[in-house]
RNA sequence: GCGGGCGUGGCGGAAUGGCAGACGCGCUAGAUUUAGGAUCUAGUGUUUUCAACGUGCAGGUUCAAGUCCUGUCGCCCGCACCA
């Protein structure tokens, strides 16, 4: 069979666009549905098919959506700032605009042929300056509001690409560009106090709905703990080592203290101490390891005595020793902890290696053997013995080190500042002035966009510095407050920056006075359903949030989170089951799928092949069970008779299908919902006719999933306008049930038999039909029924002895 | 180490505690075709048919367990010396 389907997805696709189907309107009286999709980051290896499933998902709701009478926003753009475009600029000497465009051109092509239903006349590049004019905007109000600062800071480096990462970009000691190994080097960075808003992203989670995964692993990258600063004097001076702990409650048992090697407090006391040739040594040591390899969890603990420096335990009053050692990190609390061997598996490991008191103060394991961590009766805890729980303990501490002043409640988060700066060409200029005289100066907002200036040589300078900096022209410049000489800034943003606020851009993206009217976002926000890659979760999500929260802090946006609903789907393995990589040769080419089978083959298959959520290799035999299923469906037509409505043959199938189909997109369920148009189909061609009723509702079913074929033969049948402008088509509960039912009758929970009894029957009826059942009959002679389960429409169940 | 998720045919995967394996792939046989491909029809969890046994493994709860509980093994994904 088979159908000219390049010629029909040809023909529809510019219909659509002729007549403007999928763009949004600009009534807001309508009810709206803003979906959102991760817009793509244009490399020049264009689209896969990874991308293909993951628009397909929101497509296929937007779709049904429009049908349902909604306004809908399903918007599509392009992230693209970045380093593989200029990496591949230096390479060839071709400017990263030029091929930039090239790659959007070719992305676009790509994904029109696929039909998606975006809004094309709203499209978005976060490298045009209409755009990144109001990235800078945005940063500069930042600026404005403190949330921006400069500081000299260990940063994580990649020697290869020349550019600090933020930690986010280095997971795992590897930079998430080149995958090189990430060293430590001082330098002066640009931050935003994310952490500022730790307890606000936190919160807001309350108020949205994600994925529970989705939800947690925010939180968990957020990491917020609960604990206490206290401060322990140091012994013979007026100073204080101050620490935050969790645990207060074992204090007693703080047998020493470690603070990290590049605490303040080593070199401020250094005549103190008595070994300090080998504290420098071991502190010189701990500045070669890369940040990966200090958090390598390691049984075997390194550190070094402070000989000379004791600390005061508060709780105890008696003095233990201060070590160093890189467990212990400066980023994280004050970079100083208590050390309690009895009670925390990395002090004990410390503890027993250097010889130190491990003392127990709660009851429950064997400090003998390790660590214990559980809950139990205080012991050698001066006025917390007998005290049964951690947190009654945690609260007598607390008051005790309030009354005497050493200590009190404390918050701490592992989310640190983020690192908002790259020393490249191809990102939006970061629009602050130096001034010798003023500071740091914003470029004036009526200055914006700061254009990128042209530069002759994308790479970075040897000193790690950006290309922007040889430009005298872009670098030297008048001071806007004083109106001296000063010298501009010359480090670009990092690539998280524009996606961080596009959202708010496709409510709006011709405005050129604003980001976006304040009609338009009260109208359009928040998203209503964002679906994306769980590798986003936790940076661009966290990073867009806090964006949009500081905007609604100030009043420019109407509501306080920015996404509504958050999804994730599952990645394509190659037909290999391995992840699809060009070294391994096993990437499949949506290009590819739809010269051979079509688009709507590709959008139906990328659904089917299995839970959306769920990580699923690809096959090329499933591709051609999908194919087979819409040759089938265009093989309908020679079938089709008259009717205004369902047979009474398919009645209950088509409203059972309805309803089906129309839940399962709801819940993202596409394979089922496929399914079921499948096995509807079955039974049409098993019927051997199919009325235009019928005909209709089946297109409109599956249009969502395959829109092309379905407006073809909508056509064909002599459907009214448009398939995509249609109504989607609604269920009768009552319908899709039968009037009798074949249920199973189990004997001692084993199926014995079954019994065609109304649907409606009640218990008595059933177990009558049952007992009337010759084949039941034989099982239950010589038995005592002692019980009889009667499940209505379900089944029926006899006990017996 | 901590947190989360998952183990179902030859494969991808379905199953509000109620007939396990929907749907698709693959496979087998037949039809059609010069042949291949495509298409159509029938079949397809395992074992020896009636029947019995079957959802990683071992227990438990229940009239009834893939589903709930306990333990255990294996795999995947996050975070990872976070005090």
Not at 334 to 361: L, N, Q, S, W
Not at 458 to 479: H, M, R, T, W
Not at 637 to 655: A, I, P, Q, R, V
């Amino acid at each position: 069979m088979g159908y000219d389907f390049s010629a029909i997805e040809q023909k529809w696709q510019k219909r659509w666009e002729d007549e403007h189907v999928f763009e949004a309107k600009e009534d807001y009286s309508m009810p709206k549905f803003y979906a959102l999709i991760e817009f793509p980051y244009p490399s020049g290896a264009g689209m896969h098919v990874g991308h293909i499933k993951a628009y397909s998902g929101l497509e296929v709701i937007s779709r049904k959506r429009r049908m349902q009478g909604y306004n809908v926003l399903y918007p599509i753009g392009f992230d693209a700032f970045g380093l593989p475009t200029e990496n591949y600029a230096i390479k060839t000497g071709i400017h990263p605009r030029e091929v930039t465009d090239r790659n959007i051109k070719k992305f676009t092509s790509q994904l029109k042929r696929v039909g998606f239903s975006f809004d094309w006349t709203r499209v978005i590049d976060t490298t045009d300056e209409d755009y990144y004019k109001w990235t800078q905007w945005i940063f500069r109000k930042m600026f404005d509001h403190g949330l921006v600062f400069r500081a000299k800071t260990l940063v994580n480096y990649c020697p290869s690409c020349k550019v600090v990462l933020s930690n986010e970009d280095s997971q795992g000691g590897k930079c998430d560009i080149c995958h090189s190994d990430v060293v430590q080097k001082s330098k002066d960075v640009w931050y935003l106090r994310i952490t500022e808003y730790a307890d606000k992203l936190l919160n807001g989670l309350d108020s949205v709905d994600y994925l529970p995964y989705i939800r947690l692993q925010q939180e968990n990258w957020i990491g917020r703990s609960e604990g206490a600063f206290v401060n322990f004097a140091l012994a013979g001076t007026d100073d204080i080592i101050r620490i935050y702990t969790t645990r207060c409650d074992t204090m007693f048992g703080a047998t020493f203290m470690v603070i990290a090697p590049e605490h303040p407090l080593i070199d401020k006391h250094r005549d103190m101490i008595r070994n300090i040739s080998a504290v420098e040594a071991y502190r010189a040591e701990c500045a070669k390891k890369t940040e990966f390899e200090r958090t390598q969890l390691v049984k075997d603990k390194t550190g070094v005595i402070l000989d000379g420096l004791y600390a005061v335990n508060p709780a105890t009053g008696k003095n233990i020793p201060v070590y160093i050692s890189d467990y212990v990190m400066m980023g994280y609390g004050t970079g100083a902890i208590m050390a309690v061997p009895a009670h925390d598996e990395r002090d004990y490991d410390f503890a027993k290696k250097f010889g130190i008191d491990i003392i127990e103060v709660i009851k429950g394991g064997n400090i003998e053997e390790g660590a214990y961590t559980g809950d139990g009766e205080m012991v050698n805890s001066g006025f917390l013995n007998g005290i049964q729980t951690k947190k009654e303990a945690i609260a007598r501490m607390l008051e005790f080190l309030k009354e005497k002043g050493l200590g009190e409640k404390g918050v701490q988060y592992k989310m640190k500042d983020w690192a908002f700066n790259r020393q490249r060409y191809w990102g939006e200029p970061i629009p602050i002035i130096h001034c010798p005289h003023c500071g740091m100066v914003g470029v004036p907002y009526e200055e914006l966009p700061l254009r990128l200036p042209e530069v002759k040589d994308f790479a970075p300078g040897v000193g790690g510095e950006s290309p922007l900096a040889s430009i005298d022209y872009f670098v030297n410049c008048k001071c806007p407050k004083c109106g001296g000489d000063a010298k501009r800034e010359t480090d670009t943003m990092p690539q998280w920056a524009g996606s961080s606020w596009y959202f708010l851009r496709y409510c709006d993206p011709h405005n050129d006075k604003e980001f976006a009217s304040k009609e338009a976002l009260k109208y359009w926000l928040p998203v209503d359903w964002y679906n994306g890659g769980m590798e986003h979760v936790t940076r661009h999500m966290i990073y867009s949030r806090f964006w949009h929260r500081f905007l609604y802090d100030i009043g420019e946006v109407p509501t306080a989170e920015p996404y509504a609903k958050r999804t994730a789907q599952g990645l394509i393995l190659g037909p290999d089951g391995e992840k699809m990589s060009k070294s391994k040769g096993n990437v499949v080419d949506p290009n590819d799928v739809v010269d051979e089978y079509g688009a709507d083959v590709l959008r139906v298959y990328v659904l089917f092949m299995g839970d959306y959520a769920s990580t699923a290799p690809w096959s090329e035999n499933g591709v051609k069970g999908c194919k087979r299923f819409l040759d089938r469906i265009y093989g309908l037509t020679s079938m089709l008779c008259d009717g205004d409505e369902f047979s009474k043959k398919l009645e209950m199938s088509f409203h059972r299908t309805i309803k089906k189909v129309s839940e399962d997109i709801e819940t993202m369920k596409f394979n089922t919902a496929i399914a079921a148009l499948m096995t509807l189909l079955n039974e049409i061609y098993d019927a051997k006719t199919i009325n235009r009723a019928e005909m209709k509702a089946f297109l409109t079913l599956l249009s969502p999933f395959a829109p092309h074929i379905s407006e073809e033969l909508w056509e064909n049948i002599g459907g009214e306008g448009m398939l995509a402008n249609g109504k989607w088509i609604d269920f009768d509960e009552s319908k899709t049930v039968a009037d009798t039912v074949e249920i199973p009758v189990q004997i001692n929970g084993k199926l014995r038999g079954t019994v065609v009894v109304p649907a409606d029957a009640d218990k008595d009826t059933a177990i009558a039909a049952a007992n009337a059942d010759e084949k039941i009959k034989g099982y239950l002679d010589g038995h005592t029924v002692v019980k009889e389960i009667f499940v209505p429409g379900r089944m029926i169940n006899i006990v017996i002895k």
